[in-house]
C-alpha cells in the first residue's frame, strides 16, 4: 500500500514538467504509461528521478518527429534522411497544389472525368524514350506490380541471374520481393558469371518473365561476366517473354557529365537496348519525390494499369504534382541536365570542390572565437541511396575538436539541436561535409555549433559534458 502510495500523481508531475511541445492527450498518454511502469516495478524512484527520467522520453518522442535536419553526413541521397530534396519549383507546385483544388481526375477540355496522370505519363514517356510510362509509390511497388501481373497465371517463375540477387538497404531483397509477389524464382548462372546460354536453358513452359536487377550498391570486379541486355532481348523476343529491368537508381541524365564517375544506365538506354519494361525510382538519381516509375512498351503498361492491385499503389496528387514538375525541369533543360538549384540532388553532385572550399574557409573563420578546434579537411562524399557505389565525390568538411568535452558529446549535442545537424565521426574529430550542406545553410550551421558549444547546452541522456 504505501510501496504504490509513494507514485507520484499525474497532476503533480504534469506540473513538475512545466510546459511540454507536444500534444497534450500525447503527454498523458506518456506520463500514465510511464507511471503504470511504476506500479509493477519493485522499487519507486524518488519524484526528480521519475521527472526526469519522463522528461528524457518526452524529448526523445518529440525528437522522433519528422522534422528538417542538417545533413552533414556527405552522402547525397540519404535513404535514413529522406533521400532527394526537392528544389524550389517542386516545392511551389507543392504548395499549390496542396492547398488548392486541382484537376487530378477532371478533364478541364470536356469538363467531364479526366484521366489520373495523364500528363505526367506522358512527360515520363519522352524523357525515357518509351512508348508508355506509369507511377506507383515507390520501385518496389513498381516491382511487385510488374511480378504479380505476369505471374498470376500458370507461368510462375522468373528468371534471373544469381549475381543480381541483391538486397538494397534496408528490408528489400529481390529474392524475397519475388517471393512475396507468388513469383518462382528460377535463378541461372553463378554469383559472377552468368551467360545468355544459362538464360536460354532455364526459359521452360513455366516461365513468365526473364527479370534483371541493376546492381544498384555494389560492384563486381574479376572474373565476371553477364549476359548482355541486347542479347537477353533476342531471347526474350524469340520465346515471346517480357523482358524487365529493375534499374533502381533511374539517372535520366548523363552522371559522367556532372561529377560522378561512373556512367548510371539511363532508362532510355535499357530501353533501347531491348528490355520491355523499366521501373526506377523518383527520389534517387531523377531527385524528385519518393515514386516508382515503370516506363517501356504501351501493352505492357496499359495492362499493368489495369491491375486492381495498381489502385492499391497509385500515388497522390502531391507525389504526382512534384515529380510532374521534376520530369518537366529534365525536359525544359539544355543537355538534359537542370540547373543545379533546380534539381538540389544532382546539383550537390555537381557542386565544385573551389566552392566547397571557400564556403569551408569561412565558416572555420567564422568560429575562431570559440572553444574549439577548426581544420578544413578533405572529404569523400557519395551519391548514396544505393547509387554509383564507385563514385567517390572529392569533397570538403569542416572538422571540429572541442576543447572542454568530448567529440562523440558535440556530435550528439548537434544531433539534438533545433534543426538537428548531422555529422560524422572521424579521426577524433566531428565532421560536416559541406557538399551535403546547402550553402544558404551556412549561417545556420555557424549558430547550432555555437549553441552546441555553450557550457550551459543541456548535456543529452545519458553522457557526461
Ligand atoms: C532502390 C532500389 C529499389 C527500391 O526502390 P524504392 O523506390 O526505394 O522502393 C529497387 N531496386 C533497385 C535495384 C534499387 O536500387
Same mark, same amino acid.
Given at each position: 500500500m504505501n510501496r504504490l502510495r509513494a507514485i507520484p500523481s499525474v497532476e503533480r508531475i504534469l506540473q513538475a514538467l512545466g510546459p511540454v511541445a507536444l500534444p497534450r492527450p500525447i503527454l498523458l498518454h506518456v506520463v500514465r504509461r510511464e507511471l503504470g511502469k511504476l506500479r509493477r516495478a519493485r522499487n519507486i524512484p524518488a519524484f526528480e528521478a521519475v521527472v526526469s527520467g519522463l522528461n528524457t522520453t518526452l524529448q526523445n518522442l518529440r525528437r522522433s518527429r519528422i522534422q528538417p535536419v542538417i545533413n552533414g553526413t556527405g552522402v547525397i541521397l540519404h535513404t535514413n534522411l529522406g533521400r532527394a530534396p526537392l528544389g524550389p519549383a517542386v516545392v511551389d507546385t507543392l504548395g499549390a497544389i496542396a492547398a488548392n483544388y486541382?484537376?487530378?481526375?477532371?478533364?478541364?477540355?470536356?469538363?467531364?472525368?479526366?484521366?489520373?496522370?495523364?500528363?505526367?505519363?506522358?512527360?515520363?514517356?519522352?524523357?525515357?524514350?518509351?512508348?508508355?510510362?506509369?507511377?506507383?509509390?515507390?520501385?518496389?511497388?513498381?516491382?511487385?506490380?510488374?511480378?504479380?501481373?505476369?505471374?498470376?497465371?500458370?507461368?510462375?517463375?522468373?528468371?534471373?541471374?544469381?549475381?543480381?540477387?541483391?538486397?538494397?538497404?534496408?528490408?528489400?531483397?529481390?529474392?524475397?520481393?519475388?517471393?512475396?509477389?507468388?513469383?518462382?524464382?528460377?535463378?541461372?548462372?553463378?554469383?559472377?558469371?552468368?551467360?545468355?546460354?544459362?538464360?536460354q536453358r532455364a526459359i521452360g513452359s513455366g516461365t513468365a518473365l526473364i527479370l534483371k536487377v541493376h546492381r544498384s550498391n555494389f560492384f563486381l570486379g574479376g572474373f565476371v561476366?553477364?549476359?548482355?541486355?541486347?542479347?537477353?532481348?533476342?531471347?526474350?523476343?524469340?520465346?515471346?517473354?517480357?523482358?524487365?529491368?529493375?534499374?533502381?537508381?533511374?539517372?535520366?541524365?548523363?552522371?559522367?557529365?556532372?561529377? %560522378? !564517375?561512373?556512367?548510371?544506365?539511363?532508362?532510355?538506354?535499357? /530501353?533501347?537496348?531491348? *528490355? $520491355? +519494361?523499366?521501373?526506377? @525510382?523518383?527520389?534517387?538519381?531523377?531527385?524528385?519525390?519518393?515514386?516508382?516509375?515503370?516506363?517501356?512498351?504501351?501493352?505492357?503498361?496499359?495492362?499493368?494499369?489495369?491491375?486492381?492491385?495498381?489502385? %492499391? !499503389?497509385?500515388?497522390?496528387?502531391?507525389?504526382?504534382?512534384? /515529380?510532374?514538375?521534376? *520530369? $518537366? +525541369?529534365?525536359?525544359? @533543360?539544355?543537355?538534359?541536365?537542370?540547373?543545379?538549384?533546380?534539381?538540389?540532388?544532382?546539383?550537390?553532385?555537381?557542386?565544385?570542390?573551389?566552392?566547397?572550399?571557400?564556403?569551408?574557409?569561412?565558416? %572555420?573563420?567564422?568560429?575562431?572565437?570559440?572553444?574549439?578546434?577548426?581544420?578544413?579537411?578533405?572529404?569523400?562524399?557519395?551519391?548514396?541511396?544505393?547509387?554509383?557505389?564507385?563514385?567517390?565525390?572529392?569533397s570538403v568538411t569542416l572538422d571540429l575538436q572541442p576543447l572542454h568535452f568530448p567529440v562523440s558529446e558535440l556530435l550528439v549535442r548537434l544531433r539534438h539541436g533545433d534543426p538537428p545537424v548531422i555529422g560524422f565521426l572521424a579521426a577524433r574529430r566531428l565532421r560536416l561535409d559541406l557538399r551535403t550542406i546547402f550553402s544558404t545553410q551556412d549561417a545556420l550551421v555557424v549558430r547550432q555549433v555555437r549553441v552546441a558549444l555553450e557550457p550551459t547546452a543541456s548535456a543529452s541522456p545519458g553522457s557526461r559534458a
Open positions: 486541382n484537376n487530378l481526375e477532371f478533364d478541364l477540355t470536356s469538363g467531364e472525368r479526366g484521366g489520373r496522370a495523364g500528363y505526367v505519363e506522358q512527360s515520363l514517356a519522352v524523357l525515357c524514350g518509351a512508348e508508355a510510362a506509369a507511377v506507383a509509390n515507390n520501385c518496389a511497388a513498381a516491382l511487385v506490380l510488374i511480378l504479380r501481373h505476369f505471374t498470376s497465371g500458370p507461368r510462375k517463375a522468373v528468371v534471373i541471374s544469381r549475381g543480381e540477387l541483391v538486397q538494397i538497404g534496408g528490408g528489400f531483397r529481390i529474392p524475397e520481393i519475388l517471393e512475396a509477389s507468388g513469383a518462382v524464382l528460377r535463378e541461372v548462372g553463378t554469383t559472377n558469371r552468368t551467360t545468355v546460354a544459362d538464360y561476366e553477364s549476359a548482355a541486355t541486347t542479347d537477353l532481348a533476342v531471347l526474350a523476343r524469340k520465346h515471346r517473354l517480357p523482358f524487365v529491368e529493375d534499374l533502381g537508381s533511374g539517372a535520366v541524365m548523363a552522371t559522367e557529365k556532372v561529377g %560522378a !564517375l561512373e556512367h548510371e544506365p539511363t532508362p532510355a538506354e535499357i /530501353l533501347r537496348e531491348g *528490355v $520491355d +519494361l523499366v521501373c526506377f @525510382s523518383g527520389d534517387k538519381l531523377l531527385g524528385g519525390p519518393q515514386a516508382g516509375i515503370i516506363a517501356g512498351k504501351n501493352r505492357w503498361v496499359e495492362r499493368l494499369k489495369r491491375e486492381p492491385f495498381f489502385r %492499391a !499503389l497509385r500515388c497522390d496528387k502531391l507525389i504526382l504534382a512534384a /515529380l510532374q514538375t521534376t *520530369v $518537366d +525541369l529534365y525536359l525544359e @533543360s539544355a543537355a538534359g541536365i537542370p540547373p543545379a538549384a533546380a534539381v538540389p540532388a544532382t546539383g550537390l553532385i555537381q557542386t565544385s570542390l573551389p566552392d566547397l572550399r571557400a564556403r569551408a574557409d569561412r565558416l %572555420a573563420d567564422a568560429l575562431t572565437d570559440l572553444p574549439v578546434r577548426v581544420v578544413v579537411g578533405q572529404g569523400k562524399a557519395r551519391v548514396g541511396g544505393g547509387t554509383l557505389p564507385r563514385s567517390i565525390l572529392p
